[in-house]
């Protein structure tokens, strides 16, 4: 998908970009908790064990941030 360009502007503005890569960011974690949600239900985690790995999540996005996802994707 090509980025919007301002009118008269052939470069794309930065706000632009930054929606654009915020929207990216946003499809990606929706797909991640997906997947979460599917294992935890195939495994049939307790409340706890869900809770659990949730925080595991959190520490990951803290020290890589969506690079971590994309990886994993």
Request: charged share 20%; glycine share 4%; aromatic share 6%.
């Amino acid at each position: 998908m090509q980025p919007e360009t301002n009118v008269g502007n052939p470069q794309p503005s930065y706000k632009l970009i930054r929606r654009q890569a915020m929207n990216d960011a946003a499809v990606l974690f929706s797909s991640h908790l997906d997947r979460f949600a599917t294992h935890a239900e195939i495994a049939q985690l307790s409340g706890l064990e869900i809770i659990e790995l949730l925080r595991q999540e959190s520490e990951k996005f803290n020290l890589a941030g969506f690079d971590a996802l994309a990886h994993r994707a």
